[in-house]
């Protein structure tokens, strides 16, 4: 078994190496891991198997299990996000901006790797394949640190990439897992400057908490979504009931869903009964304020606590405002800086909105789970940036690479 | 007197209304606020003769005396500092880019203020003004910690900042010192999340160290650089004193000067001597590693502590290299990913080098004291930044903003 600190330095000295891979050789590697898990599917399922059966004897809740679980469509699941990651264009050696000074000197802004990337998650395996997909095309080496309870399945996929890698003749510690499975090991990990260079914490708030307030590496915080739909005086019913329906509901477990829905209270008397009915039809469970418990029967009071939870699962907590500026005022005050929407056929309104709203992303009129590496187009994310230092919402393959600056003269000294 | 949470929350506060500003009334108030330094200078010069007094009584060296001192010509260069932030564009607002998905929404990224900046800084009294005025111009607030001993100047100088904003209708809160002169004080800002967005230390290594080992707000870390420059085998020898001597000696205090001097075996035998005397003649401190040793008189030896030492000062580390990999895994090792040069009229030495040494510029037949908000045509800097997240090198209004995405649709959910 390797120590922390011998997988990290070896991620280092592989991050020299990955820098410099042509975007071919990249392509060609993450073509054939894509060929290799797939064909190794039935080695990665009986290691995912160990893993499940000891989380049922810790008695692991269903949908925990159900993250952790593999077969052999999610395998394909995975093979299919590494091939598409293939496709992206390189971020590395863009140049980014240039100009030329008075003097003569040429200075020209280039894309570079970040070097090493640390990612510390919970149990869900696949986050072991798309994060090695994305550093690995960025340039850099990838250190995983898997939760212990996904232990045995990313050690799998591990295996499998660096057995590739090897094959292709690109260093293995291009993927780097951490094999130490304590506790301390993460937080050892936080504190390796000289190893890593940024820290990637994806999971739940505690998790991602612990990265934030105890890394001296520099840390990009993601994910926690306290996302809000404000509904306008002017918005249109049926657009409104179609964006709030999918914003809650249409996943619930994930960070863009939308956990407070607030509404304007002209809007309110003539549209919450039937919005609050369509939400209850779907059985979702409501916490309001008084003036929105009048527009339906048995809305659960709601606690200072519901403005500020994300839920993750059917329930919304709902509040009545007399317009977009205490709507924003809320927001700003209770949100996590994820996604934040309005509905609004007002520009005034919209604008003021779109303005003010301190978030990464801020919808007008479309839904808070647009949020999304895919739907912005990115191909594929690392996970949703909630800070607002380096980026800031989906982080794709550009978010997650640094930059230098190439200054060409021709003997210039300063004067 | 505010304790430092009150500072805090009223810069948070007044960072929702600096975003509001337009251009033009932040240009308004950077050339009131430049006309009343001028006007008030006997006020300022009052208020740091009390600072030198007591630095003076402390003892403290001549060459941090004259860091300290403040005198009508350097505050008539404050002002004309300010004057020239308030000629340079807006970054607020900028639309970075957009684009239009296949489902219709309108995506566009744009640029944001940060929100609240602590700046961390030691008795450098000019540095109040400086920090204070990019900060504003990019829509921050700002939150200043000034050493102890120029905590005199620096209230003074935010005194006349605080009231020219109030007289132009604009919160002075945009301008916050942190009057808690403790050290517990610095510990506290360096926790505060909740109300600082950004950290920036600017100072001596053990400051920046401080901030970055103990701040859980995200930081930018500045400045420490262990420059060096890289004479390959076919460099100009005329070029090569020119630009070795200007690294070295223009000014000897600042982060972008070199520090140690890498030669080619080859050119050390034809040039190596000649170079030595160039930099010796010119009081220079020479520690060198044997072969180095042969090409001059009484050079101390080099130690470990040589290679990775910022001298600051008329010294300079000297080793002779094979070659251009050599002088890169040296760089590499020893550097702080600040300023690198190579010197040489090889294209492909010079490829390696711009492609391999990590570091925010590399520089090539130029010298290493070009790294500077100035002489990238930034028009100003807040510092220059040597980690690899955010920005990296010189940090200008653009490197201390954010990003918003705002989406824009007409109803979209997603399928």
Redesign the interface.
Known sequence: MRTLMESARAAKAAS?LTA?LDTESKNRALRAIAAALVERTEEILDSNGRDMESARARGMESSLLDRLMLNAQRIEGMAEGLRQVAELPDPVGEVMEQ?T?PNG?L?KKVR?P??VIGMIYEARPNVTVDAAALTFKAGSAVLLRSSASAFESSAALVRVMRETLEAQGITPDAVCLVEDKSHGAVDEMLKL?ECI??IVPRGGAGLIRNA??NS?V???ETGTGNCHVYVDASA?YE?AE??V???KT?RTGVCNAAETLLVHSAWAEEHLRALLKALTDREVELHGDLPAAGYTEGMIPATEADWADEYLRLAMAVKVVSGVEEAVEHI?RYGTKHTECILTADEKSAEYF???V??????????T???DGF???FGAELGIST????A??PMGLREIT?????????????P
Request: proline share 2%.
């Open positions: 020299v410099q100009w000074r000197l200075i570079v970040m070097g400057r260079d940024l934030v307030m001296t520099p840390v990009l249109d657009m179609r964006i329906i999918n914003a249409q700003n779109l303005r003010n301190d978030a990464a992303v801020v919808d007008w009129n479309a839904s789970r647009f949020t739907e912005f187009g800070q607002k230092l380096h800031r919402g640094s930059y230098k600056y190439l200054v060409i003269g021709s003997g210039q000294a300063r």
